[in-house]
């Protein structure tokens, strides 16, 4: 009796825990599944990886961008700053001379020779603004977007010198620096603009 008593007591004993085991994974399940539906649950966990990846994706484009000196130069706002205190400094600049204020071309010997003198009216500067804004993105890395004309071609006939191209550098430089843009970020800008001289420059 006392062995058939004793196999019944640990046979109890055993469902009892069991049944407690089960009880706490039950427990486990219902703590996991938070909002009580394992396939809403599983939804949930599908749309916060998916929106994970996009924002991965997102950062990863903007790092990638960032290494541009387009990025580096703050992107389309940064360069639309630059572009536009660097247009008005050389605007008001006489040693550049923008306007070709007394500049004439065409003529044979001097005869019938025509003003390029340029109107810095607020819709000409505007689109002036807006062409070298879209050519500084272009050449340092951002949107490859230009609307303006060829280099070359748009200044054939000014009789651009190269003391002025100077000043119009030595502008761009004060522009630079005035907006705290990084010394190693100027440079690269600088001898952009620099290897524009021969498409510009036709007096030396």
């Known amino acids: 009796m006392t062995t058939r008593w004793t196999s019944i007591v640990t046979i109890a004993l055993l469902s009892a825990a069991t049944l407690q085991g ?10 996991f599944h938070t909002s009580g539906s394992r396939e809403a649950d599983q939804r949930a966990e599908q749309r ?13 484009a903007l790092s990638e961008e960032a290494k541009t000196l387009y990025g580096r130069l703050g992107g389309e706002e940064g360069v639309t700053r630059i572009v536009d205190d660097f247009i008005d400094r050389a605007l008001a600049d006489p040693r550049v001379n923008w306007a070709r204020k007394g500049v004439t ?21 505007a689109t002036l603004k807006r062409h070298m804004a879209q050519f500084v993105g272009l050449a340092t890395g951002g949107p490859a977007v230009y609307e303006g ?28 620096d005035a907006l705290q843009v ?21 007096e030396r």
């Not at 916060?48 to 997102?58: A, M, N, R, S, V």
């Not at 071309?105 to 000409?124: C, F, H, M, T, Y």
């Open 48 to 60: 916060i990886t998916k929106d994970q990846q996009l924002k991965g994706g997102e950062e990863g």
């Open 22 to 31: 089960c009880a706490s994974q039950e427990k486990e399940d219902d703590s």
């Open 105 to 125: 071309r065409g003529g044979l010997l001097g005869i019938g020779d025509k003003s390029v003198e340029w109107e810095a009216s607020p819709q000409n500067v």
């Open 182 to 202: 990084p010394a190693d970020e100027q440079k690269e800008l600088l001898s952009i603009i620099e290897s524009t001289r021969p498409q510009i420059a036709e």
């Open 149 to 176: 004309k060829d280099i070359r071609a748009s200044h054939a006939g000014m009789k651009i010198t190269n003391a002025e191209f100077d000043a119009t550098i030595g502008d761009l430089k004060a522009t630079l």
